[in-house]
């Protein structure tokens, strides 16, 4: 028990020199891309289009013209994407999910397929993915501003 | 400098500052289950309506399986950005701690 007790003592310790060390050095730790409002817009946009059409398909209403176009449109986007999201370090999980992102998109576009509820459940769900990893960065971008302007208020 | 105080005030920070992406986080995955149920069910609807063929369906669920990918990429980057905020909270209470200790602003 006081052999417990003395290895958690020490455990707490070497976690305090560690932040103390990180601290002396002034720096905060960065270990995910910051948010990105331009990449935020893009995707909500993609993300409107995308259902807007998964609307018109589900009630016969897209004809194939406009569906190859919606693809084109769509595959495009995720390129323009992938090429921002590649501007900033620690942005691989983003990178990843656009890859598979585009990997949605050509699957159906290869298949010419119907944009249908049915058939795009695994693309709307990677569009859901990307939002979220938005939502992180943004909850993560407004907290360091308040630590931020508490650390300026002092 | 009381050391078991501080601990005790950057966990505090540390904690809190995570608390608000592992509520994110349960949202998220509660509508991305409900989004793939109610996928799974229009696969089924438009089946038995022969609104797509037998390989269709076999390509939309392919499809969901191999978005599952993208999900544990979100919960990762979830994850990094909690313990991002949760470290920075808790250098912040160390910073001010060491600042009112020395008499000097830590940057």
């Known amino acids: 028990m006081t052999a417990l007790a003395s290895t958690s003592a020490r455990c707490s310790r070497t976690l305090l020199a560690f932040l103390f060390g990180l601290l002396l050095a002034g720096c905060s730790v960065l270990l995910i891309a910051p948010y990105d409002a331009t990449t935020d817009r893009i995707l909500t946009d993609l993300t409107v289009r995308t259902e807007t059409v998964v609307v018109r398909a589900d009630n016969d209403r897209l004809s194939v013209g406009e569906r190859e176009k919606f693809y084109a449109d769509a595959e495009g986007t995720v390129n323009a994407m992938k090429m921002r999201a590649g501007l900033y370090a620690k942005n691989e999980q983003e990178i990843a999910a656009l890859d598979e992102l585009a990997n949605r998109y050509g699957a159906l576009s290869e298949r010419h397929a119907s944009p249908r509820t049915s058939l795009t459940t695994g693309l709307r769900a990677t569009l859901m993915d990307l939002q979220q990893i938005q939502v992180a960065k943004k909850r993560s971008s407004v907290f360091s501003g308040g630590l931020n302007k508490t650390n300026t208020s002092q | ?107």
């Open chain 2, 1 to 107: 400098m009381d050391t078991i105080s501080l601990a005790e005030n950057m966990l505090t920070a540390a904690t809190g500052a995570a608390k608000g992406h592992a509520k994110d986080l349960e949202n998220y995955l509660q509508a991305r289950a409900k989004l793939i149920a109610d996928g799974t069910a229009a696969i089924a609807a438009d089946r038995l309506k022969k609104k797509i063929t037998e390989e269709d369906a076999e390509f939309a669920f392919d499809q969901i399986r191999e978005s599952e990918k993208t999900a544990v990429l979100a919960v990762k980057a979830t994850s990094l950005a909690a313990a991002q905020d949760a470290i920075n909270a808790a250098l912040a209470v160390a910073a001010k701690a060491l600042s009112t200790a020395i008499g000097i602003a830590i940057p």
